[in-house]
């Protein structure tokens, strides 16, 4: 018994002694701070920054993805839970500064064992080039103090050689709960508005985990993020987990909305196929009797099963063009991860990793543009 105490306590001290901080050994996992620069730091949730993706958060007030006069109501606790994190929003700026920071406080962040920080409360930076592309530049993570302890985020997240006025978007955690974000800048640099989208209206999503981006390693690599950095469009992103089911007063919410395309693919989170058929024609029939000519595409679930479920996303399709609607599209869940890729493409077979999500952004981008096509 004493030697094997010993050995714990020796095995203890040896590891106390030996231990390495990973940051120390490798520079890519350090965090830059702040330091003594001379830096202005400004409110990036209010202009000139474009905060983009959240329609009706009221000037000044908090992060959140549904209307007011939603929160709180019954039936709906899933959703008004998720709807303070803040997946599809970004801030959108131009400056001249050469070096650019961030400081952030969440209110909280989800610790999922399935989920990277990284993406469900970090920040994704990125350059928008003129082209209408983006190059990425910077993840910016949450470590554990930011998340269980309140701390603020605070990091250099980019340098630059001159003054030259480039555009940025910073896309928010997918899982995160914003609190206060401010873009540090040079006391000497401007900030201005953001340039328009190429697509002049937003794309509007509605569904489940996935939709919100599980289990995305950053905020940009979530298919939806994906869609609109391609196509150059305003996202609004009302993906809930294991919470949005078809309700009618989503619907109403969203048919409320102006937008260029509309996404829904719900499946996951209907609790059976019963409440499936029950809800998705009629969720679909509200959108529709606000916007007659929208383009609306109609994903069912990513999986290799073949049920009753794809086939109810599949009639209400068809549905509508026996009706004469010429402006839907439906895609087949199953279509997204094919062949070997199966096997790589989720972290437990249901929720995608961002190679399943890179496969999803490939097969649905070319339908989304040709659904853009018609809506000119």
Same mark, same amino acid.
């Given at each position: *018994?004493?030697?094997?105490?010993?050995?714990?306590?020796?095995?203890?001290?040896?590891?106390?002694?030996?231990?390495?901080?990973?940051?120390?050994?490798?520079?890519?996992?350090?965090?830059? =701070?702040?330091?003594?620069?001379?830096?202005?730091?400004?409110?990036?949730?209010?202009?000139?920054?474009?905060?983009?993706?959240?329609?009706?958060?009221?000037?000044?007030?908090? %992060? $959140?993805? %549904?209307?007011?006069?939603?929160?709180?109501?019954?039936?709906?606790?899933?959703?008004?839970?998720?709807?303070?994190?803040?997946?599809?929003?970004?801030?959108? $700026?131009? =400056?001249?500064?050469?070096?650019? #920071?961030?400081?952030? *406080?969440?209110?909280?962040?989800?610790?999922?064992?399935?989920?990277?920080? =990284?993406?469900?409360?970090?920040?994704?930076?990125? *350059?928008?080039?003129?082209?209408?592309?983006?190059?990425?530049?910077?993840?910016?993570?949450?470590?554990?103090?930011?998340?269980?302890?309140?701390?603020?985020?605070?990091?250099?997240?980019?340098? $630059?050689?001159?003054?030259?006025?480039r555009d940025f978007a910073l896309w928010l955690p997918l899982y995160g709960s914003v609190e206060t974000l401010e873009i540090g800048i040079d006391k000497d640099a401007k900030v201005l508005p953001p340039r328009p989208h190429k697509i002049?209206?937003?794309?509007?999503? #509605?569904?489940?985990?996935?939709?919100?981006?599980?289990?995305?390693?950053?905020?940009?690599?979530? #298919?939806?993020?994906?869609?609109?950095?391609?196509?150059?469009?305003?996202?609004?992103?009302?993906? $809930?987990?294991?919470?949005?089911?078809?309700?009618?007063?989503?619907?109403?919410?969203?048919?409320?909305?102006?937008?260029?395309?509309?996404?829904?693919?719900?499946?996951?989170?209907?609790?059976?196929?019963?409440?499936?058929?029950? =809800?998705?024609?009629?969720?679909?029939?509200?959108?529709?009797?606000?916007?007659?000519?929208?383009?609306?595409?109609?994903?069912?679930?990513?999986?290799?099963?073949?049920?009753?479920?794809?086939?109810?996303?599949?009639?209400?399709?068809?549905?509508?063009?026996?009706?004469?609607d010429k402006n839907v599209y439906f895609i087949d869940g199953m279509e997204f991860f094919g062949g070997e890729e199966d096997v790589y493409a989720t972290v437990d077979n249901t929720h995608p990793n961002d190679l399943g999500f890179y496969?999803?952004?490939?097969?649905?981008?070319?339908?989304?543009?040709?659904?853009?096509?018609?809506?000119?």
């Amino acid at each position: *018994m004493k030697r094997l105490a010993f050995i714990l306590l020796f095995g203890f001290v040896t590891c106390s002694i030996f231990a390495v901080n990973i940051e120390d050994t490798d520079k890519n996992f350090r965090i830059e =701070t702040v330091g003594n620069a001379p830096v202005k730091f400004l409110n990036a949730l209010e202009e000139p920054f474009a905060l983009e993706g959240l329609p009706w958060r009221e000037p000044g007030g908090p %992060i $959140f993805r %549904i209307p007011k006069e939603l929160r709180g109501v019954k039936g709906l606790g899933g959703v008004n839970y998720h709807g303070k994190q803040s997946s599809g929003a970004v801030v959108r $700026f131009k =400056t001249n500064s050469k070096n650019i #920071y961030i400081r952030s *406080m969440l209110k909280d962040g989800l610790e999922m064992p399935h989920m990277p920080k =990284t993406g469900s409360s970090g920040f994704d930076f990125f *350059m928008e080039l003129p082209d209408g592309k983006d190059s990425h530049l910077k993840v910016v993570r949450a470590t554990i103090d930011n998340v269980n302890r309140k701390t603020p985020v605070d990091q250099k997240i980019a340098s $630059f050689p001159d003054k030259s006025m480039r555009d940025f978007a910073l896309w928010l955690p997918l899982y995160g709960s914003v609190e206060t974000l401010e873009i540090g800048i040079d006391k000497d640099a401007k900030v201005l508005p953001p340039r328009p989208h190429k697509i002049e209206k937003p794309i509007v999503f #509605y569904g489940s985990s996935i939709t919100q981006g599980a289990c995305a390693s950053r905020t940009g690599n979530a #298919y939806t993020t994906m869609l609109c950095r391609a196509v150059d469009a305003e996202q609004i992103n009302l993906g $809930f987990s294991g919470s949005a089911k078809g309700e009618p007063s989503m619907a109403k919410a969203i048919a409320s909305l102006d937008m260029s395309v509309f996404v829904y693919d719900y499946d996951f989170n209907a609790p059976d196929a019963k409440h499936l058929a029950k =809800t998705h024609e009629p969720f679909f029939l509200e959108i529709r009797k606000a916007h007659p000519n929208l383009p609306v595409i109609m994903l069912s679930r990513c999986s290799h099963r073949q049920d009753s479920r794809r086939d109810i996303v599949k009639r209400t399709y068809e549905n509508a063009l026996k009706r004469g609607d010429k402006n839907v599209y439906f895609i087949d869940g199953m279509e997204f991860f094919g062949g070997e890729e199966d096997v790589y493409a989720t972290v437990d077979n249901t929720h995608p990793n961002d190679l399943g999500f890179y496969l999803m952004f490939k097969r649905i981008l070319p339908v989304l543009k040709k659904a853009l096509e018609t809506n000119k």
